[in-house]
Every structure is written in structure tokens, then in C-alpha cells.
């Protein structure tokens, strides 16, 4: 489990200053959502009130009962001519790990969607659905379907970005074009966890979302920064897993196998972009390279001085990369 949550660590906040421009942000007085767990009061980061101010859960048809899952994302506030841009985010994540990303590329004038995955996220989960990948995969194409309807530019890191292969791969009418951040596409499932008694994955769950873990993936995927900053970062992080149903769809997760893309990545068709942070140190650089060369029509940009997470650590590069991808028919 401790590997688990760092392979696929989603634990940050975002700079103030990164790259030397300031983010704008304004956090204002804005209502937070009711269904949001009432520690979102506490955070301090601006970016991330701005933006968990703007989450809303619409409906989704998946099947799973007679009533639809209500579920969460960021919504853009005009849907346009273009092919949407959709943000997935990594493990056991949500939409708030592109707080200080999603408004750059809002200013660059693209339509953005940050959708929380099923199984994570803010959603409605009373009804407790499986949330394997096949779960995950059907649902991300109902709220495609009922809301976004155009083919989308799907962006992933991590465990995203093994979601966005999948979800190509199965429904390439609906991505244009796909980016990876980082490789960790190539990790095969929950492996061992698969096989564990259902008490033992219960609490191995429970261990997941507690802070010493995410305090230490912390410390892990960023540099020197203050501890009260690393603090807010790591509750921003967890937020989602105060929700009641957390448990039980993580676990349902883990037992069931979780993604493995690996057999995909050579059968994608649509063009992709793989963003490479040149100082990860939880995926080796190596993976990075291997994605690039097995992706069929892929480019790759390199980000230097960033870490494993480079959307939360330099937004404006992974911005930038992500905007110029979007717009551009030749990159």
C-alpha cells in the first residue's frame, strides 16, 4: 500500500510563484459547495479555494442503478467551437490537483473540463458502484457523452494518464489527442494488493489517507518548503478521502486489479504529447523515453528543475505545453 500511494503520490499544492510569473488568483468570499467535507474551510492555499468554489456535481447515467451518480468536476464557465480540453489527475486524487493549472489554461483561451474520476474525487458515491477500471472507463464516457460531446483533448499524469490510454484505446471517437504526464503508465495493476484479505485492504486503505503517509510523499515529490505549507498541501490533497464511501470504492479498486495499459500503449491512434519532468525521482526518466518511442505519434517536452508532478510544480510550463498542444495541428 505504502508503494501504491507513492507510485501514484498526488499529495501537492501549488507554487505562488512558479517560473517566475505570479499566478493570479482570486479567492474572494465565494460559497464552497455543501457536499464538499467541511474541512475545505481550513485550507489555506488561494488557488485551491478558488477553485473547490467551482466544483459541481452534474448527472451521469452509468447504469449502475435506476438513478444517475451525481458527479464531480470543474465545468468551464463558456463551452466553445474548439475540441475541449478534459484533466484527469492521478491516485486516489481529484480535480483540486489542477488548481493553479486549469485557470492558465483557461486564459489561454481553451474550454476546460477537470473531471474527478470515478471512485475519487467529490461525486456521490452513496450508492457504492464498483469502481474498477471497466467502471471507471464507462463512466468517464457517460459524463462525455451527456456534457462534453465533442472529441476531447485528454490530459493525464500518472494513474491519469493510464486512464486516458484506456479510454482512447476503447473510445477513440471521443479523444483527439491524448498527454501523458510522466510514465507511470507502465506500472501492471495493484499487484499483490489484489490478493489481500478483505480486512487487511481495509486497512491498508485507511493507512492511505493518513497524513504521516502523505506528509512523506510529500516530502518526496517537492523540495525545501515550510512545513505549515507542506501541511496545507497534503490536507488539500486528502480532502476527497473524508467522504464516506472513499474506503469502500478505493478498496473495490485496489482488489480488482487496477490499470494496466501496458498491452495499450502501442495501440493508440490519436496524437499525444508526453511532458517529462527532468528531476522526477519516483519514475525513472527511462519510461519516459520507452512511452515516447512505443506511442505511435507522439512528441515529447522535457520541463528541467521540475519534479514527479510538474502540472502542481510549474504550471505555467505544463500550461504553456498543454496550450500550444491544444491549438497547434503540428507540434
Known amino acids: 500500500m ?34 464538499l467535507p467541511k474541512e475545505v474551510h481550513e485550507i489555506k492555499d488561494p488557488f485551491a479555494r478558488t477553485l473547490a468554489q467551482r466544483i459541481q456535481r452534474l448527472p451521469v447515467q452509468t447504469g449502475f442503478s435506476e438513478s444517475c451518480i451525481m458527479s464531480s ?13 478534459v484533466l484527469l489527475h492521478c491516485f486516489d ?3 483540486l490537483e489542477w488548481r493553479s493549472t ?22 456521490d458515491l452513496e450508492i457504492r458502484p464498483p469502481c474498477n477500471v471497466a467502471a471507471k472507463r464507462h463512466h468517464l464516457y457517460q459524463l462525455w457523452k451527456s456534457h462534453i460531446r465533442k472529441p476531447m483533448i485528454l490530459v493525464g499524469p500518472s494513474l491519469g494518464g493510464a486512464a486516458a490510454i484506456d479510454f482512447a484505446v476503447n473510445y477513440p471517437d471521443a479523444v483527439k489527442k491524448l498527454v501523458l504526464i510522466n510514465a507511470s503508465v507502465y506500472t501492471e495493476g495493484t499487484g499483490v494488493l489484489t490478493r489481500l484479505p478483505i480486512k487487511m485492504a481495509y486497512a491498508g486503505v485507511s493507512f492511505l489517507k493518513s497524513i504521516p503517509l502523505r506528509l ?18 497534503t490536507n488539500v490533497g486528502r480532502l476527497h478521502c473524508l467522504l464516506p464511501w472513499w474506503e469502500d470504492a478505493t478498496v473495490s479498486y485496489m482488489l480488482s486489479g487496477g490499470y494496466n495499459v501496458v498491452s495499450q500503449i502501442k495501440q493508440v491512434k490519436q496524437r499525444a504529447l508526453v511532458i517529462w519532468a527532468e528531476c522526477d525521482n519516483i519514475v525513472s526518466n527511462k519510461f519516459a523515453m520507452r512511452l515516447y518511442s512505443e506511442l505511435p505519434n507522439s512528441v515529447m517536452r522535457q520541463i528541467p528543475d521540475c519534479g514527479h508532478l510538474p502540472h502542481v510544480e510549474n504550471p505555467n510550463a505544463v500550461a504553456q505545453l498543454i496550450a500550444d498542444f491544444a491549438q497547434s495541428d503540428s507540434c
Do not use: H, M
Not at 501504491?4 to 464552497?32: H, Q
Not at 489561454?108 to 475519487?120: I, R, T
Open 2 to 35: 505504502v508503494a501504491l500511494a507513492l507510485t501514484f503520490s498526488v499529495i501537492g499544492g501549488a507554487k505562488a510563484e512558479c517560473g517566475g510569473t505570479r499566478l493570479r488568483c482570486c479567492s474572494g468570499g465565494g460559497r464552497f459547495p455543501a457536499f
Open 73 to 85: 468536476c470543474v465545468k468551464p464557465v463558456r463551452q466553445n467551437e474548439t475540441n475541449p480540453v
Open 102 to 123: 486549469y485557470p492558465l489554461l483557461e486564459e489561454a483561451g481553451l474550454e476546460v473540463w477537470a473531471v474527478d474520476v470515478l471512485g475519487w474525487g467529490f461525486s
Open 216 to 233: 512523506y510523499a510529500n516530502v518526496l515529490t517537492f523540495g525545501n518548503i515550510p512545513f505549515t505549507t507542506r501541511l496545507d498541501w
Open 93 to 95: 486524487s481529484s480535480c
